[in-house]
């Protein structure tokens, strides 16, 4: 295996350590004509920047003329009851910005820096036994340990030798990797995939997949929902190339020449193969040298309990036998709650004080789990999509963490608007009033629980086939979700529950998830598809108009977006060499790239402190889910609680007191 694939690979065992432009959009239609339009192939950009110095802080004004303030510096190694630790790599090979994985046995932690010219740093350490190890492709180092108190301070040395890479090899079915040429050679059935599979699915999955006649027609018989004749689709996917689907144009012919390629070149003889990265985002050492990665591993269940527990090993699917970590969001006290899509289903409370986890049990624990969202008045809202039961009422819940009870089972259908028996909720999103917005992501709408009349009403998207995939609101109570199904994004008015639907520039293309910014802007990543790179992209509600800005590395997956209080836009991305979070600046157009630790290991949602920490699970990992939180510059924590600027529901304009608070006041 050469070092490429093994920095591909996950390779985590606890508690060893791993080893490792500007054109113009405009809407596809709207239902209110003329309202979204744009104009001019301009692209005026006004930078302005003021500094001056207040009370140790300083303000810029940017884009837009948007404010930001950013604190003084802050030595994090002060947090009380914490250590530090500094140190250098040594190496007869050249490397930069190494991964240095810095693991507290005790509390189950793995704290992750960058070198910086050989050097490296990790602040607000937890009290304990330590794990150290570095690596980077090609290369690792022996495990060090070492035990830390609080205010120790000590310095180490590492030094990097080959890699033998045997674990990962034993974990990875890909032991070749070639040019994407010579993967997918040129032809009309490469063409079709192209703007097809790899618009969801990405460049690797056709690839590492081989099959015989029999199974890639069957394979492509289920995309295109051969049996939904007799019963209905089984997933949202299912039935996405049917000849007639609008989005991705398949026909007749699209199937003969996708088919007669698929065979051809990923036939039954054929090794699984992942197209090797030649362009990877450039690593900024400097920047990478300030940062810090933590990572609070889920508490493991002891034998009989949990997921260990017999009700739940009968079960099958995916998230049996295994905790796995989806979305994270802060409450008003610093705490951080996850959804927990493992069996027995649970919503899980972190306090990164001290590590502490406190775990719920869902009302129905088999029912699925996915979003979660805080509302103003802190109760934690999930709903319940597939899980081990597909069909069937589904319901949105509603948590209270003082009396620690589920005080709301709302079915979100009762007058069964969508016409299907299989109805999965997903993510949510809060108006002005605390009313919950919740997608289906099958059933093609989105429903709203009124809180003041706790009545329901569905709305189902006016497009074929429609799958929302993630919703937020903006300032102006219009609910924004993204379209799974085409790319397109869709607005919600909810002053008259009227739609409008918009076209970016790429279409079609998978987009996953969608933010607002602070000036009201929409924007969302779009997935690389074969030679087409991955693009970000940002809707100004203003004028209509739609820019893309192409992300470079190859094989770009953005997923979720947010922005942060300097006004740059963070993006969770699971493509090119490693899963990895990244961030653009739109006053310069750059991108900055943050490797994670579980480099294999998915984010869906990332969400962002005040103080400009970026938090997420690594959904993929298949060893060691967990809460995750990055420090672009680890001398600014001040604390290792996480707070929205404004409070929950963590929106980045001033929320409207809701009744329920007034009321309180």
Known sequence: MDALTRARVQH??????????????????????????????????????????????????????????????????????????????????????????????????????????????????????????????????????????????????????????????????????????????????????????????????????????????????????????????????????????????FSRQDREDLLAYLVKNFGPDAKPRAVRIDQEMPFDEAKLGKAMYIEYYLTQDSPGQGMNAPEYAKLTGAFVGRRVGQDVRFDQDGNVWLTDRGYPNRLVKLDPRTGEQKSHVLPNPISGNHDLNID????????????????????????????????????MDPDNVIRSPRKWLQSMAFDSKNNVYVGWIMGGAISKYDRETKKVSVFPVPTHNAIPYGIIADRNDNIWVALWDSGNLAKFDTSNNQWTIFAPLTYPGQVRRLNVDTQNNTWFGMWAAGRRPGRLGKLDQTTGRITEYPVPRQSSNPYDVAQD????????????????????????????????????????????????????????????????????????????????????????FKPTASPERRSAQ
Not at 13 to 29: N, T, V
Not at 376 to 405: D, V
Not at 576 to 593: I, Q, V
């Open 12 to 249: 985590l065992r606890w508690p060893a350590p791993p080893s490792l432009k500007l054109r113009r959009g405009s809407p596809k239609f709207t239902q209110q004509r003329g309202a979204n339009e744009g104009g001019g192939r301009q692209f005026l950009v006004s930078l302005i920047v003021l500094v001056s110095c207040v009370a140790g802080a300083y303000v810029v004004f940017g884009v837009s003329g948007w404010v930001a303030a950013t604190p003084a510096t802050v030595q994090a190694a002060s947090i009380a009851g914490t250590a530090s630790l500094t140190g250098t790599v040594e190496s007869t090979v050249p490397f930069k910005a190494a991964q240095v994985f810095i693991r507290n046995v005790d509390r189950r932690i793995l704290y992750m820096s960058y070198t910086n010219a050989g050097r490296f740093r990790a602040v607000a350490l937890f009290p304990g036994s330590y794990e150290l190890s570095v690596a980077t492709n090609g290369l690792e180092s022996d495990v060090q340990k070492l035990v830390l108190k609080a205010g120790d301070s000590p310095t180490v040395k590492l030094s990097l030798r080959a890699s033998t890479g045997t674990e990962a090899a034993a974990n990875s079915s890909v032991r070749e990797e070639r040019s994407y040429d010579e993967i997918y050679p040129p032809g009309p059935g490469r063409d079709v995939a192209e703007r097809t599979c790899m618009v969801c699915h990405g460049e690797n999955f056709i690839s590492t997949r081989p099959g015989d006649l029999a199974a890639w027609n069957a394979r492509i018989d289920r995309m295109m929902g051969t049996a939904l004749a007799d019963r209905p689709a089984a997933s949202y996917a299912e039935g996405l190339l049917t000849y007639r689907a609008p989005a991705l144009r």
């Open 565 to 652: 209080l300097n006004g740059d836009i963070w993006v969770a991305d699971v493509g090119g060499s490693a899963a990895a979070l990244w961030k653009f600046n739109p006053r310069d157009a750059t991108f900055t790239l943050y490797p994670k630790p579980q480099r294999t290991a998915d984010t869906p949602k990332i969400q962002i402190t005040k103080d400009g920490a970026i938090w997420y699970a690594p959904r993929g990992s298949q060893r060691a889910p967990a809460f995750g939180v990055l420090y672009p510059d680890m001398d600014k924590i001040t604390t290792l609680g996480a707070y929205y600027l404004n409070g929950p529901p963590g929106y980045p």
């Open 376 to 411: 103003r008045t802190g109760i934690i809202w999930l709903a319940e999509p597939e899980g081990q039961q597909p069909s069937g009422e589904k319901r949105l819940l509603g948590f209270n963490p003082k009396t620690e009870k589920f005080e709301h089972l709302v079915p």
